[in-house]
Protein backbone atom coordinates (compact mmCIF):
# COMPACT_ATOMS: atom_id res chain seq x y z
CA UNK A 1 0.00 0.00 0.00
CA UNK A 2 1.71 3.47 -0.93
CA UNK A 3 2.42 6.24 1.52
CA UNK A 4 -1.59 7.69 0.89
CA UNK A 5 -1.68 10.24 3.50
CA UNK A 6 -1.10 14.65 3.58
CA UNK A 7 -1.65 16.69 5.99
CA UNK A 8 -4.72 18.55 6.75
CA UNK A 9 -4.67 21.76 8.56
CA UNK A 10 -7.77 21.15 10.89
CA UNK A 11 -8.53 24.66 11.92
CA UNK A 12 -8.40 26.24 8.43
CA UNK A 13 -10.51 23.10 7.24
CA UNK A 14 -12.87 23.19 9.32
CA UNK A 15 -13.61 26.46 9.38
CA UNK A 16 -14.03 26.78 5.60
CA UNK A 17 -15.80 23.33 5.48
CA UNK A 18 -16.91 21.54 8.56
CA UNK A 19 -16.53 18.39 7.29
CA UNK A 20 -14.01 16.76 5.14
CA UNK A 21 -14.75 16.19 1.28
CA UNK A 22 -14.71 13.01 -0.38
CA UNK A 23 -11.68 14.65 -2.27
CA UNK A 24 -10.01 15.18 0.52
CA UNK A 25 -10.29 12.00 2.65
CA UNK A 26 -8.86 8.57 2.58
CA UNK A 27 -10.95 4.93 2.10
CA UNK A 28 -12.25 3.87 5.63
CA UNK A 29 -10.21 1.09 4.72
CA UNK A 30 -6.47 2.98 4.70
CA UNK A 31 -7.55 4.43 8.14
CA UNK A 32 -8.55 1.27 9.64
CA UNK A 33 -5.40 -0.10 8.27
CA UNK A 34 -3.17 2.83 9.82
CA UNK A 35 -4.93 2.14 13.22
CA UNK A 36 -4.98 -1.41 13.31
CA UNK A 37 -0.96 -0.96 12.69
CA UNK A 38 -0.90 1.32 15.60
CA UNK A 39 -3.15 -1.64 17.51
CA UNK A 40 -0.10 -3.51 17.92
CA UNK A 41 2.12 -2.64 21.17
CA UNK A 42 5.31 -2.81 19.53
CA UNK A 43 4.46 -0.54 16.40
CA UNK A 44 2.78 1.93 19.30
CA UNK A 45 5.95 1.92 21.19
CA UNK A 46 8.13 2.56 18.08
CA UNK A 47 5.74 5.54 17.02
CA UNK A 48 6.38 6.50 19.95
CA UNK A 49 9.58 6.50 20.33
CA UNK A 50 9.62 7.95 16.79
CA UNK A 51 8.19 11.19 17.83
CA UNK A 52 10.23 11.52 20.69
CA UNK A 53 13.37 11.77 18.06
CA UNK A 54 11.28 14.02 15.68
CA UNK A 55 12.42 15.22 13.41
CA UNK A 56 15.24 13.40 12.12
CA UNK A 57 14.33 9.74 13.86
CA UNK A 58 16.33 6.97 14.67
CA UNK A 59 18.55 4.66 12.78
CA UNK A 60 16.97 0.40 13.41
CA UNK A 61 19.48 -0.51 15.43
CA UNK A 62 19.17 2.70 18.19
CA UNK A 63 15.38 1.44 18.24
CA UNK A 64 16.04 -1.70 18.63
CA UNK A 65 18.14 -1.26 21.37
CA UNK A 66 16.25 1.21 23.24
CA UNK A 67 13.11 -0.91 22.88
CA UNK A 68 14.77 -4.25 22.99
CA UNK A 69 13.44 -5.73 20.40
CA UNK A 70 15.17 -8.35 17.83
CA UNK A 71 16.29 -7.37 14.58
CA UNK A 72 13.73 -9.76 12.75
CA UNK A 73 10.76 -8.82 14.91
CA UNK A 74 12.05 -4.76 14.31
CA UNK A 75 11.69 -5.36 10.73
CA UNK A 76 8.82 -6.77 10.27
CA UNK A 77 6.89 -4.11 12.43
CA UNK A 78 8.78 -1.39 10.91
CA UNK A 79 7.68 -2.47 7.09
CA UNK A 80 4.05 -2.58 8.42
CA UNK A 81 4.25 0.53 9.46
CA UNK A 82 5.90 2.28 6.31
CA UNK A 83 3.16 0.47 4.33
CA UNK A 84 0.70 2.16 5.89
CA UNK A 85 2.54 5.51 5.40
CA UNK A 86 3.16 6.09 9.29
CA UNK A 87 6.84 5.41 9.31
CA UNK A 88 9.59 6.58 6.16
CA UNK A 89 13.11 5.29 6.01
CA UNK A 90 16.26 6.82 4.55
CA UNK A 91 19.39 5.40 3.56
CA UNK A 92 22.67 6.87 5.16
CA UNK A 93 25.62 4.89 4.49
CA UNK A 94 25.54 1.89 6.15
CA UNK A 95 22.24 2.75 8.33
CA UNK A 96 18.71 3.12 7.69
CA UNK A 97 16.82 5.77 9.84
CA UNK A 98 13.54 5.42 10.50
CA UNK A 99 10.79 9.00 11.83
CA UNK A 100 7.35 9.13 11.91
CA UNK A 101 5.56 10.73 8.99
CA UNK A 102 4.03 13.54 11.42
CA UNK A 103 1.39 14.52 8.66
CA UNK A 104 -0.05 11.00 8.52
CA UNK A 105 -0.18 11.19 12.21
CA UNK A 106 -1.68 14.50 12.43
CA UNK A 107 -4.17 12.73 9.25
CA UNK A 108 -5.52 10.16 11.70
CA UNK A 109 -6.03 12.91 14.56
CA UNK A 110 -7.86 15.10 12.70
CA UNK A 111 -9.86 12.08 11.00
CA UNK A 112 -11.20 11.32 14.39
CA UNK A 113 -11.61 14.98 15.43
CA UNK A 114 -13.75 15.61 12.22
CA UNK A 115 -16.96 14.11 13.78
CA UNK A 116 -16.16 14.74 17.75
CA UNK A 117 -15.73 18.65 16.79
CA UNK A 118 -18.07 19.39 14.52
CA UNK A 119 -21.30 17.51 13.96
CA UNK A 120 -21.99 16.43 18.15
CA UNK A 121 -19.87 18.65 19.36
CA UNK A 122 -18.13 15.81 21.96
CA UNK A 123 -14.78 17.97 22.02
CA UNK A 124 -14.54 21.58 22.10
CA UNK A 125 -12.73 22.52 19.50
CA UNK A 126 -11.08 25.53 21.34
CA UNK A 127 -9.99 23.97 23.96
CA UNK A 128 -9.63 19.97 23.40
CA UNK A 129 -11.70 19.43 26.64
CA UNK A 130 -14.32 17.20 26.61
CA UNK A 131 -17.92 18.80 26.65
CA UNK A 132 -21.52 17.40 28.70
CA UNK A 133 -22.99 15.37 25.79
CA UNK A 134 -25.87 16.04 27.37
CA UNK A 135 -25.44 19.86 26.56
CA UNK A 136 -24.03 20.04 23.46
CA UNK A 137 -21.80 23.26 22.51
CA UNK A 138 -23.95 25.65 19.83
CA UNK A 139 -23.12 24.64 16.36
CA UNK A 140 -22.01 27.71 14.37
CA UNK A 141 -23.56 26.13 10.85
CA UNK A 142 -26.91 25.64 12.37
CA UNK A 143 -28.96 28.42 14.15
CA UNK A 144 -30.82 27.23 17.59
Known amino acids: M ?3 FWALDKNVY ?6 MSDSQSRSVEEIAAAFAALGQPSRLNIVRLLLSAHPQGLPAGEIQRELGITASTLS ?3 DKLRQVGLVQAEKDRQWIWYSVQSDALKYLIDFLFEECCTRNRVVDPETFELTDVAEPLP ?3 RPD
Do not use: E, G, T, V
Open 139 to 141: CPD
Open 14 to 19: FDDHRN
Open 2 to 4: PNI
Open 76 to 78: HHL
